[in-house]
Each structure stands twice: as C-alpha cells, then as structure tokens.
C-alpha cells in the first residue's frame, strides 16, 4: 500500500531530514485517509518499492519551492533560505497540493528518483592518484599516466570532472585552485601516493540509463529537487559542481553499463589508462548486467599491457563484519599488474573518508 512505502520512506530519511521525515508522516496519513495526496499520487498505487514514490512526492514538492513558486512552503525549507516548523509544515503543504495537483501527479508520475552526489569526487581524485602511480611504477614509468575516465551510471556526469575541483587538504589546495567548486574532503589519512600534482584527464565519457541533462535548467532543477530540503551545506555543494558542469560540459549517453562498457573498452589505448569508475550504482544493476559487466571487463583486462593498463574503481557500500551494518569502500583493481585493493572507507556521501590501504581480495 502507497501510505505504507511512504512510511517507509520517512524512516530512511528520520535522521538526516526532519523536514523530509514530518512531510512523509503527514502525507502517509492523508493518504489512508483518502485525502488529496492520493489524488496527487494517482496511478502510482501499484509502484515497486524501489521506485520509492515518497521521495518522488518530496522531490516534486522540492522542486515547486526552487522554482520559486510557493512561496508559503518555501518559508519551511532552507535550501530556499527558509526554517522549517515542523509544526506547522503541514497546513502549508496542503494548499500548494490543491493548488497544483495536477502539476505535481504529471511530474511524480513521469520522473524517477535521481541523485548524483559530487562529494564522491573526493574518493574518486585521491584514487586515480593511486591507480595512475600505481600504474607507472609498474610500467617502469617516470610520468604517471594520463587518464581516460569511464563512468558507468554517471547520473548528470557530476563526478567526471575530478581534477578540476580545489580540495582543502592540509592548510592547502590540491586539484584545481581556480575551481568554482571547492571540496573540503575531511580526510583521515591520506591517499598512498603522491597527491600533490593535479591529474591528467584526456578523455571522459559517462552512461547512465536515466542520464540527465545538467546543461539544462530542467535537469540542474531535477538533480537539485532530490536533495533534502533541510541539508543546505550538501545543496550548496551541489550548485557548486553544476556551476562547474556549465563552465566544462561533458554529455553523458543514455545506455545500460555493460553494453556502452563493450564499446568503449573495444579496444586498449596506448600511454593511457583507462579507469572504469562506478559509484553507488551496483544495487541498482540486475543480475544479468553484473554478469555480463564483470564478463566484458575481464576480456578487457587479459588486452591490458603495462603500456595501456586498465583499472576498476568503485566507491559502493559493502556488508560489514557486523552482519547488519554497511560501510561504503573504495576498491582498486589494476591490470595486468595483477593489484586488487581497498584504499579506504567512508561514508555515502564521500564526505568524510578515511583512507587506509588493504589487500583487497
Ligand atoms: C544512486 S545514482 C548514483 C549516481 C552517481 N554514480 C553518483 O555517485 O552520484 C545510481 C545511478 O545508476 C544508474 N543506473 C542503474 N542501473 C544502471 C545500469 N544498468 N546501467 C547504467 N546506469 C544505471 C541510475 O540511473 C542512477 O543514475
């Protein structure tokens, strides 16, 4: 029942999002009523919970505030210079659904829930540090490796401009110092390389099977809309890294991983290495495509040559000792030189991150 995933969703977002959490009780209520949240989420009574409707509702809401439009509810959300009342959220939720029903059903009912968290660029730099030194050291190299990044599931490609973001590391900058975005990463120890120097990227290219198109308003208002309207510190981040994708567009192609994987690692480039990065995507992928992605990946790397390596970079949550407990890692293969580890841990945002190498098996 559509109050029931509602609920569940409240419980996801209790901690992190009070302003999220009372909009979804509320709502839930309303909806076992027969109120007018149902005629808003007509049609979406049968969704998977996976689709997570809820959050649909509160990214619709979301988005009606940023444009600016409602401003009674606006005065709720502080990504609009707003302080939420919990108290008094409802009564001004219910005249914006009355008023734009029809608006607010076409939007849930057309979109999925989509996020793209630039906080992950800060794993993703310290670890193509690794993997390109890494990579040289192997080859017998003096230079590190320039980079062809490949992001599978890349959202709005928020994460494919690592090297030209500045990151407060150590009193200091490293990356790009004349970035509009600015990452302060909250490390707890350090990459196990030389991260001084910025990276060399000369190629990107992302796929995702919802990409979103962050050239345009639309799509800066989707991504932004799915950002809780009580966590302004992480909005603020992501208008930083939208600020950024203006100033260097990079498209991002609409297709499943492993077909576009197939194409684009057909075949080896010399004096480059080729990183597959992949972040909080897995979950998401269904059995088949893991299967296939992992196939198309292991022909890539029996092609690998010291000359044009290939690495696996992952930022995704794994089970814990503690049987009911993830922790989000950064995991490094390299071909061939045969190096499979994990750099670190942290947590899902990216922020902060503790940086820490073990063998990865
Ligand atoms: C939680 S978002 C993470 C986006 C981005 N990687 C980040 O870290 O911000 C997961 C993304 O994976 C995409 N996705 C899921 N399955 C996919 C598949 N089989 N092929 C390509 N993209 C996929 C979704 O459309 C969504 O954009």
């Known amino acids: 029942m559509l109050a029931e995933l509602f609920l569940d969703a409240s419980r996801a977002c209790h901690v992190h ?13 309303d909806l076992a009523r027969g109120g007018i949240t149902a005629r808003v989420m007509a049609g979406a009574e049968c969704d998977r919970k996976g689709t997570v409707p809820g959050f649909r509702f509160a990214g619709a809401l979301h988005r009606l505030v940023l444009e600016g439009r409602v401003p009674t509810l606006s005065k709720h959300y502080p990504t609009a210079g707003g302080k939420p009342d919990l108290d008094t959220l409802w009564d001004d939720v219910l005249p914006v659904l009355h008023e734009h029903t029809d608006e607010l059903h076409s939007l849930i009912t057309s979109t999925v829930v989509q996020t793209n968290e630039p906080g992950r ?5 310290g670890g193509l540090q690794t993997a390109t030194h890494l990579a040289a050291d192997e080859a017998g190299r003096r230079a590190t490796f320039p980079i ?6 890349a959202s709005g490609g928020l994460n494919l401009r690592p090297h030209r973001i500045a990151y407060r590391v150590d009193g200091g900058t490293v990356g790009d110092p004349g970035s509009p975005f600015t990452l302060d990463p909250r490390w707890t120890g350090r990459p196990p390389v030389d991260f001084s120097h910025n990276l060399r990227l000369v190629r990107r290219a992302g796929c995702d099977l919802h990409p979103v198109d962050v050239t345009r308003e ?11 309207g009580d966590q302004p510190a992480r909005f603020a981040r992501l208008q930083e890294a939208l600020e950024l994708a203006q100033l260097d567009p990079v498209p991002v192609q609409q297709a499943t991983g492993p077909e576009w994987l197939a194409d684009q690692l057909a ?10 990065w992949h972040s909080v995507v897995w979950q998401y992928v269904s059995p088949a495509d893991r299967a296939m992605g992992r196939s198309i990946l292991a022909d890539a790397a029996a092609r690998a040559t010291p000359m044009a390596p290939l690495a696996l970079l992952v930022y995704e949550p794994r ?7 993830y922790e989000f890692q950064l995991l490094l293969k390299l071909w061939p030189a045969g190096i499979s580890l994990r750099l670190g841990t942290g947590v899902g945002h990216g922020i902060p991150f503790t940086w820490d190498t073990q063998p990865w098996n």
């Not at 660029?121 to 730099?125: E, G, Q, R, S, T």
């Not at 062809?148 to 599931?153: A, M, P, S, T, W």
């Not at 089970?319 to 407990?325: E, F, I, L, S, V």
């Open 121 to 125: 660029n800060a794993p993703l730099f």
């Open 148 to 153: 062809r990044l490949l992001e599978v599931g």
């Open 267 to 276: 075949r080896p480039e010399r004096d480059v290495l080729t990183v597959v």
């Open 319 to 325: 089970r814990t000792h503690m049987a009911d407990r």
């Open 218 to 228: 639309s799509g800066r208002l989707h991504l932004s809309s799915f950002v809780w």
């Open 17 to 29: 999002s009070p302003l999220t959490h009372t909009l979804l009780v509320a709502a839930a209520d």
